[in-house]
């Protein structure tokens, strides 16, 4: 196993991820804003990542122009600005549950705009083809499941801390106009995350300096993010931090979330492109569902588990198909190498053979 195998940095990147689940819930819960806690978990990580650019790709060569500059504040926007503000919003409007089964629409969104903008090919009359779209649906239904099928609850033996609201329900408020609003705020922020994946890659296809892209984007979300969180909140009251839950999720969000997540997350694109990283968010939905359980004692129905369970299987019928097309791929250009091969011994023959010849 390399030191970077897609696999075990997709994974990595879930984990994180569902460490700032975690982390965000309990300083939301504590009484911090989200445009604020947005704002500060930026900043930490444009420092974070300032430093380890300083350190390790200080003689980069790639040439950062204004046309590049201005791609990597686009994908900046989308990806942390536009995503995590909407998603902030929509918290306020809609349940956590119907928030957590969002994400894991992602990998639809991140497909759907792959093929629209032609980073990604579907052959329906190929089993890959058919792998690709079977696996998508597969998590669609997995994310229905997630938001209208609850089941019996199952709570857990044990907790570190009790839950004040031990299950969130769908309520009458359900068909309200916040709650319709909020819906669709969640799939805006899905939409933005997705889009904001494909177009990632054609980034790093000519500015592939990772760390230093990833420094550039997280500098541009923090300014933006500055800028709404200032709009929103104008009291400073509501900016000061302390040693307590808020400071100690905007620390793990900025160093670990924004810094180490966000530079793995360009690795796995530069190896195994958007979709591929799309297709793995359903991991992190799992761990955070298991992190509530044990660490806040929130209780799990098993329309979750099943959800889960079939949102883990679209993902791997859609990981085959990919699997299955870059074998196809890398066996139809072996009689290619092969050939050159035969031809190039060919040709190398006679001349050893005339060069033998004139050294007896």
Same mark, same amino acid.
């Given at each position: 196993?390399?030191?970077?195998?897609?696999?075990?940095?997709?994974?990595?990147?879930?984990?994180?991820?569902?460490?700032?689940?975690?982390?965000?819930?309990?300083?939301?819960?504590?009484?911090?804003?989200?445009?604020?806690?947005?704002?500060?978990?930026?900043?930490?990580? !444009?420092?974070?990542?300032?430093?380890?650019?300083?350190?390790?790709?200080?003689?980069?060569?790639?040439?950062?122009?204004?046309?590049?500059?201005?791609?990597?504040?686009?994908?900046?926007?989308?990806?942390?600005?536009?995503?995590?503000?909407?998603?902030?919003?929509?918290?306020?409007?809609?349940?956590? !549950?119907?928030?957590?089964?969002?994400?894991?629409?992602?990998?639809?969104?991140?497909?759907?705009?792959?093929?629209?903008?032609?980073?990604?090919?579907?052959?329906?009359?190929?089993?890959?083809?058919?792998?690709?779209?079977?696996?998508?649906?597969?998590?669609?239904?997995?994310?229905?499941?997630?938001?209208?099928?609850?089941?019996?609850?199952?709570?857990?033996?044990?907790?570190?801390?009790? /839950?004040?609201?031990?299950?969130?329900?769908?309520?009458?408020?359900?068909?309200?106009?916040?709650?319709?609003?909020?819906?669709?705020?969640?799939?805006?922020?899905?939409?933005?995350?997705?889009?904001?994946?494909?177009?990632?890659?054609?980034?790093?296809?000519?500015?592939?300096?990772?760390?230093?892209?990833?420094?550039?984007?997280?500098?541009?979300?923090?300014?933006?993010?500055?800028?709404?969180?200032?709009?929103?909140?104008?009291?400073?009251?509501?900016?000061?931090?302390?040693?307590?839950?808020?400071?100690?999720?905007?620390?793990?969000?900025?160093?670990?979330?924004?810094?180490? !997540?966000?530079?793995?997350? !360009?690795?796995?694109?530069?190896?195994?492109?958007?979709?591929?990283?799309?297709?793995?968010?359903?991991?992190?939905?799992?761990?955070?569902?298991?992190?509530?359980?044990?660490?806040?004692?929130?209780?799990?129905?098993?329309?979750?588990?099943?959800?889960?369970?079939?949102?883990?299987?679209?993902?791997?019928?859609?990981?085959?198909?990919?699997?299955?097309?870059?074998?196809?791929?890398?066996?139809?250009?072996?009689?290619?190498?092969?050939?050159?091969?035969?031809?190039?011994?060919?040709?190398?023959?006679?001349?050893?053979?005339? /060069?033998?010849?004139?050294?007896?």
């Amino acid at each position: 196993m390399g030191l970077k195998n897609p696999y075990v940095f997709a994974t990595s990147i879930q984990i994180i991820q569902a460490g700032m689940t975690l982390f965000t819930k309990a300083a939301i819960n504590g009484g911090m804003k989200s445009s604020v806690f947005v704002f500060y978990r930026l900043l930490v990580g !444009s420092v974070f990542l300032f430093l380890l650019s300083a350190i390790f790709e200080r003689r980069s060569t790639t040439p950062l122009t204004f046309l590049i500059f201005f791609k990597i504040s686009a994908v900046a926007f989308l990806s942390h600005t536009l995503t995590m503000n909407l998603y902030g919003i929509a918290l306020l409007y809609t349940s956590a !549950s119907l928030a957590a089964t969002a994400t894991n629409c992602v990998p639809v969104t991140t497909f759907f705009f792959a093929v629209l903008l032609g980073r990604e090919k579907v052959n329906v009359r190929e089993i890959a083809g058919v792998a690709k779209l079977g696996g998508i649906t597969i998590c669609i239904v997995g994310g229905a499941t997630l938001a209208f099928f609850n089941g019996p609850i199952l709570k857990p033996p044990f907790a570190l801390h009790s /839950a004040q609201n031990q299950l969130q329900h769908h309520d009458s408020s359900t068909g309200s106009t916040k709650w319709i609003v909020g819906c669709f705020l969640s799939f805006l922020a899905v939409s933005s995350w997705g889009l904001a994946f494909v177009l990632q890659a054609g980034v790093l296809e000519t500015y592939p300096s990772k760390l230093h892209f990833t420094s550039l984007q997280c500098l541009s979300s923090t300014v933006q993010s500055f800028l709404v969180a200032i709009t929103v909140e104008r009291d400073l009251s509501e900016w000061k931090l302390a040693w307590n839950v808020r400071l100690l999720a905007v620390l793990y969000c900025g160093f670990v979330v924004t810094g180490v !997540s966000h530079y793995l997350q !360009s690795w796995v694109i530069a190896m195994k492109g958007p979709v591929f990283l799309g297709m793995s968010t359903p991991l992190s939905p799992i761990l955070t569902m298991i992190g509530s359980m044990f660490l806040f004692g929130e209780n799990m129905n098993l329309g979750s588990i099943v959800g889960e369970i079939i949102l883990v299987a679209g993902l791997y019928s859609v990981l085959w198909g990919q699997t299955h097309e870059q074998n196809l791929a890398t066996k139809s250009s072996l009689p290619v190498q092969d050939e050159k091969t035969c031809v190039n011994a060919e040709d190398k023959e006679p001349k050893d053979a005339q /060069a033998s010849y004139l050294a007896k």
